[in-house]
């Protein structure tokens, strides 16, 4: 199940990073993206209604590769795998927390930022990280530095991806997919603009299938 998943986030190459609140602005947010042609997700714990969310999408829209966000304790990984999420990120690197995600058999990204981190989390076995936050920490550049000394390493960077630097990070062998919030702004969801989340996110999709052409 986890190499299917992983596939299926380096296949869109986009993993929108989504805040929303219950069940029913999940739902509508996946409509949304799977209009735009981008049926991937990853709802964070960032609001209250986020499980609630992750839940909804989970039961209701199968299509829609959706995952769970900002988990931070191994709590956290029992509630969002009895929601249905198909993977998990995280912003750091935490021991417990991928150990819960391998014990439940379900592919677990956790946030680097250095060196250090990245050995920590071959030695867990995970060989899928999330640089974050990839802007602050050296974007494109960071992740040329890293992959000469970590060749099989495979990173997913988040944190300050915009549709101007998409393809910078697309153009990059070791990034298996990115993170990014613009297709999915929470001032939209908020305004319950789902038209316009829809075009931001086939957007998305036409600058990565440009990048692959």
């Known amino acids: 199940m986890s190499a299917a998943v992983l596939d299926a986030l380096g296949q869109h190459r986009i993993v929108p990073v989504v ?19 981008l049926p991937v997700a990853e709802i964070t714990l960032r609001t209250a209604g986020g499980l609630d969310a992750i839940r909804a999408v989970a039961a209701t829209r199968p ?3 959706v995952g769970a966000g900002t988990v931070t304790t191994a ?34 990204l956790p946030g680097i930022a250095s060196p ?36 099989g390493l495979r ?14 990070y697309l153009a990059l062998k070791p990034v298996l997919a990115v993170g990014g919030s613009w297709m999915v702004d929470k001032a939209l969801v908020d305004a319950g ?7 931001r996110s086939a957007e998305a999709v036409a600058l990565v299938k440009n990048q692959e052409s």
């Open 116 to 151: 250090t981190e990245i050995m920590r989390a071959l030695d867990l076995g995970v060989d899928v990280v999330k640089l974050f936050p990839a802007s602050v920490v050296g974007g494109p550049g960071a992740i040329k530095a890293f992959s000469a000394p970590f060749p």
């Open 63 to 65: 299509d829609v590769v």
């Open 19 to 37: 805040v929303v609140d219950g069940a029913e602005q999940g739902e509508r947010l996946a409509d949304a993206l799977i209009a735009g042609g």
């Open 193 to 199: 603009d789902w038209a316009e989340i829809t075009r």
């Open 75 to 108: 709590d956290q990984v029992d509630d969002v795998v009895a929601a249905g999420a198909r993977y998990i990120v995280s912003p750091g690197l935490s021991e417990a927390v991928v150990r819960r995600a391998q014990e439940h058999g379900i592919p677990i």
């Open 155 to 168: 990173f997913v960077p988040t944190g300050g991806v915009s549709s101007a630097n998409l393809p910078d």
